[in-house]
């Protein structure tokens, strides 16, 4: 590309951010890292009916969050303004002034009523209604209090080419005078878009397909203001996992910042999102920012739509966390349970490693029905419980006043699960792995489901594993 590669991500503030326009956000991003251009992030307010209090901070707070910055964006003017629309009207009185001295732009005379005559005139018929059939013969001065519209300079068919979908056409039918701007002084998408396009300098433009139909009208706008036309590309729709229609949130999808939350890493995610919809050419699937920045192409991004899978995110998250370092891992956990002093967290880091794929898990994991929550809850029990298939309790509490014993001489600082193993397991082969193994978990976690009673004595420490067998003793 010899032109400086210019992309943008135009979100309108109507609530949360979900997975579909964060993908868009996330492939203009990687083009123009890339080919080390620019990104600007673009908020179009001009639908003031439909805008939430907040959603401004909470689509920057999720790009953040994935570390996709932006060179030009609501807290970053350019040397073209603003990147908020509702603070640019005058930059759209302007190029409206251009057609309307071109002869290409009329304030729309009708009223709603007459409006809705012409459209059940239309269905009566069995004809489309297009508004253009409808162009006034002359034209009144526009003096904001009327909706302008384009005045379609000529009915033609269109062709394009589309970065992602090669080439396309549509006919005339797709062309009629739209609105540009409201009677309330606010553009319309359709118009405002187009010419902060131009204002910015985008030279790419990625969507998604719900913006073919549409094309036509915005080239018919390109030819009357005499501007260039950025490059297409339109990108696949995310599926759902069933593939039958496009993921939306009727359909469950998350906010966003609802992955963070739950504790997924951003890089996963990220990674993940990517690679819906385009590949790197070969079979690698995890790859850091770095490697897909090095490896993306929009040439490699397909036609048709991919599923979002919740598992294979998972997954995906799972390999990024297996790549963190202990202390890394570690911090990611603490985040969701602070309670659990340091101790605990390094002795148990083991298990927790091989069973969580998601950061927000280890609350659970360290909850009441959790595989550690014998670590935050004092095992609670019948004492029959602590025996093994039938053995009597005089027996069972032998075992325990044994395991003790043998426990006793173990250094704290070498309270190791290969410690503890090596102490205990000689006497549970001769006497029995079940009469002597049962008990000494039981007497730990009170749970018919846990690590093994090595691990969780290495997990509790010396001093707290010896309390609960003593407990145990104490019970029978």
Not at 64 to 92: A, H, M, N, V
Not at 147 to 159: D, F, G, N, V
Not at 216 to 243: E, H, N
Not at 344 to 352: C, E, K, N, S, T
Request: hydrophobic letters at 40%; proline letters at 5%.
């Amino acid at each position: 590309m010899n032109k400086k590669v210019v992309t943008r991500f135009a979100p309108s503030p109507t609530g949360f951010m979900h997975i579909g326009g964060v993908r868009t956000a996330i492939f203009a991003w990687l083009l123009a890292r890339k080919n080390k251009g620019t990104f600007i992030l673009r908020i179009e307010d001009t639908d003031k009916d439909r805008e939430v209090a907040g959603s401004i901070e909470h689509i920057q707070e999720s790009l953040r969050w994935l570390g996709i910055d932006w060179d030009y964006g609501p807290d970053k003017p350019g040397d073209f303004g603003s990147c908020i629309q509702s603070k640019r009207l005058e930059t759209y009185k302007k190029a409206a002034q251009i057609l309307i001295d071109k002869g290409l732009a009329y304030p729309d005379p009708y009223s709603a009523e007459e409006l809705e005559n012409f459209h059940k005139k239309a269905e009566a018929e069995k004809r489309p209604f297009l508004y253009r059939d409808h162009r006034p013969n002359k034209f009144e001065v526009w003096d904001g209090t009327k909706p302008l519209r384009l005045k379609t300079p000529e009915i033609k068919r269109y062709k394009w080419h589309d970065l992602v979908r090669g080439d396309l056409e549509a006919g005339p039918e797709a062309l009629d005078d739209f609105i540009l701007i409201k009677s309330d002084g606010y553009p319309t998408y359709n118009f405002a878009h187009i010419v902060d396009d131009e204002a910015m300098g985008v030279t790419h433009v990625l969507r998604g397909e719900e913006f073919i139909s549409s094309t036509p009208k915005f080239l018919s706008l390109y030819d009357a203001l005499g501007w260039r036309v950025p490059a297409f590309a339109t990108l696949p729709s995310i599926l759902r996992d069933d593939r039958t229609k496009k993921l939306g949130k009727r359909d469950g999808a998350k906010d966003v910042l609802e992955y963070q939350r739950e504790g997924y890493l951003a890089e996963a995610f990220f990674n993940y999102l990517v690679l819906i919809g385009w590949n790197p050419g070969d079979d690698r699937e995890v790859m850091s920012r770095e490697e897909i920045i090095q490896a993306f192409d929009i040439g490699k991004v397909q036609k048709a739509g991919g599923a979002f899978d919740e598992e294979k995110l998972r997954w995906m998250n799972k390999q990024h966390m297996n790549r963190l370092s202990n202390e890394d891992f570690l911090a990611g956990c603490k985040k969701f349970v602070p309670n659990i002093s340091e101790n605990i967290f390094d002795r148990a880091l083991p298990v927790i490693r091989d069973r969580i794929h998601v950061f927000g898990e280890v609350r659970y994991m360290f909850g009441r029905e959790g595989e550690l929550g014998f670590v935050t809850e004092m095992p609670s029990f019948d004492p029959a419980k602590l025996s093994w298939k039938g053995e009597s309790l005089a027996d069972t509490s032998l075992h325990i006043k044994k395991i003790l014993e043998l426990l006793e001489p173990i250094a704290p600082a070498d309270f190791s699960a290969d410690q503890i193993k090596a102490a205990i397991w000689p006497y549970a082969e001769v006497t029995g792995k079940g009469n002597v193994l049962w008990p000494m978990r039981f007497a730990l976690t009170g749970r018919d489901k846990s690590p093994d009673p090595f691990i969780c004595a290495n997990i509790l420490g010396k001093e707290e594993t010896l309390k609960r067998l003593r407990d145990a003793v104490a019970l029978l």
